[in-house]
């Protein structure tokens, strides 16, 4: 096994184990009672984790007030 499919295999593992600790707490499946930003910090940390994993990249949020990427003309400047 070449360490490139090594390190693939870790990380899936990694993230499997996550998964299964965000999933058990989400649903309350134990007596845990963890703080609301434990949840928080834990669900941001398995998401990023997961869309490095498999390249999800955010180009573009079409939210009013908010822009990431697009075009310069979205700018509020006037040159």
């Given at each position: 096994?070449?360490?490139?499919?090594?390190d693939r295999?870790?990380r899936?593992l990694?993230?499997?184990?996550?998964?299964?600790?965000?999933?058990?707490?989400v649903?309350?499946?134990t007596?845990?009672n963890?703080?609301?930003?434990?949840?928080?910090?834990?669900?941001?940390?398995?998401?990023l984790?997961?869309?490095?994993?498999?390249d999800?990249?955010?180009?573009?949020?079409?939210?009013?007030?908010l822009?990431?990427?697009?075009?310069?003309?979205?700018?509020?400047?006037?040159?």
């Amino acid at each position: 096994m070449s360490t490139d499919q090594a390190d693939r295999w870790f990380r899936k593992l990694v993230l499997l184990a996550l998964m299964l600790v965000w999933t058990v707490l989400v649903l309350d499946l134990t007596d845990a009672n963890p703080e609301r930003w434990v949840l928080y910090g834990l669900t941001a940390v398995v998401f990023l984790i997961a869309g490095r994993m498999w390249d999800l990249e955010l180009e573009k949020i079409d939210v009013p007030g908010l822009s990431i990427g697009g075009n310069d003309t979205d700018d509020d400047r006037e040159e």
